[in-house]
Antibody, heavy 121, light 108 residues
Framework: EVQLVESGGGLVQPGRSLRLSCAAS????????MHWVRQAPGKGLEWVSG????????GYADSVKGRFTISRDNAKNSLYLQMNSLRAEDTALYYC??????????????WGQGTLVTVSS | SYVLTQPPSVSVAPGQTARITCGGN??????VHWYQQKPGQAPVLVVY???DRPSGIPERFSGSNSGNTATLTISRVEAGDEADYYC???????????FGGGTKLTVL
C-alpha cells in the first residue's frame, strides 16, 4: 500500500524558514518523480514544486521560485521542501504527491494527508 | 500562463448525471486529469489522460476532452459523490502543472 506522510508544518513568523518532509513507502521511491501541492484555507489546489526521480529535473511555481527548494533522498525514501522568506500568502496545507504517467501526461496518483503551514506574526 | 476555468458549483439530484466542465485554450491537445476532494480529505485521482479510470474508481466516472473544453461526467450520482472536483493539465510553455479553480458538486 502506497503511503505518503508529511511532517514539519507549524506556525512560523513572516520572513522565517521551515522545512517540510514527506516519508514515502509502499512503492519504489526512486522510480518516480514527486511533487508538493498546496491548498490555502478554503481555496483550490496549487502546484508548488516537482522533482524528477534522480533530482535531475526540478520545477517551481512562480509564486515560490527563489524562496523554496525541493529535494529528495532516495536512500531514505524521503522528499523535502525547504521554505525560506515565508509570507502570509504561503499559509496552506501542503501535500506531498507521487507522480505517474510521465511527461506531458503526468498526473498525481497518490497524495499524503498534508501538513499545515501557518505564516503569521 | 495557462488558465483552466471551472464552474464554481454544479447541483444534481441523486440518480441523475452531473457534468463538470474545464475550459482552456485548445485543451483538447493536452491530457486532462480529474481529482475528487471531500471535506477534510486529500484529493483522489478519479480520471487521468482525459478518460481513463484508476483502479477502484467506479465506471460511473468518465471523462472527455475536445476543442476548448474537457468534461468530467458522473452518471447515476450518489450522495457520496458530493465533493470538490479539480481538473489539471501540464502546461509545457510554463513547465508548470496547472489546476482549475475547482467545482463544488452538490447532490440535492
Amino acid at each position: 500500500e502506497v503511503q505518503l506522510v508529511e511532517s514539519g508544518g507549524g506556525l512560523v513568523q513572516p520572513g522565517r524558514s521551515l522545512r517540510l518532509s514527506c516519508a514515502a513507502s509502499g512503492f519504489t521511491f526512486d522510480d518516480y518523480a514527486m511533487h508538493w501541492v498546496r491548498q490555502a484555507p478554503g481555496k483550490g489546489l496549487e502546484w508548488v514544486s516537482g522533482i524528477s526521480w534522480n533530482s535531475g529535473s526540478i520545477g517551481y511555481a512562480d509564486s515560490v521560485k527563489g524562496r523554496f527548494t525541493i529535494s529528495r533522498d532516495n536512500a531514505k525514501n524521503s522528499l523535502y521542501l525547504q521554505m525560506n522568506s515565508l509570507r502570509a500568502e504561503d499559509t496552506a496545507l501542503y501535500y506531498c504527491a507521487k507522480e505517474s504517467g510521465g511527461g506531458r501526461g503526468a498526473y498525481f496518483d497518490y497524495w499524503g494527508q498534508g501538513t499545515l503551514v501557518t505564516v503569521s506574526s | 500562463s495557462y488558465v483552466l476555468t471551472q464552474p464554481p458549483s454544479v447541483s444534481v439530484a441523486p440518480g441523475q448525471t452531473a457534468r463538470i466542465t474545464c475550459g482552456g485554450n485548445n485543451i483538447g491537445s493536452k491530457s486532462v486529469h480529474w481529482y475528487q476532494q471531500k471535506p477534510g480529505q486529500a484529493p483522489v485521482l478519479v480520471v487521468y489522460d482525459d478518460s481513463d479510470r484508476p483502479s477502484g474508481i467506479p465506471e460511473r466516472f468518465s471523462g472527455s476532452n475536445s476543442g476548448n473544453t474537457a468534461t468530467l461526467t458522473i452518471s447515476r450520482v450518489e450522495a457520496g459523490d458530493e465533493a470538490d472536483y479539480y481538473c489539471q493539465v501540464w502546461d509545457s510553455s510554463s513547465e508548470n502543472w496547472v489546476f482549475g479553480g475547482g467545482t463544488k458538486l452538490t447532490v440535492l
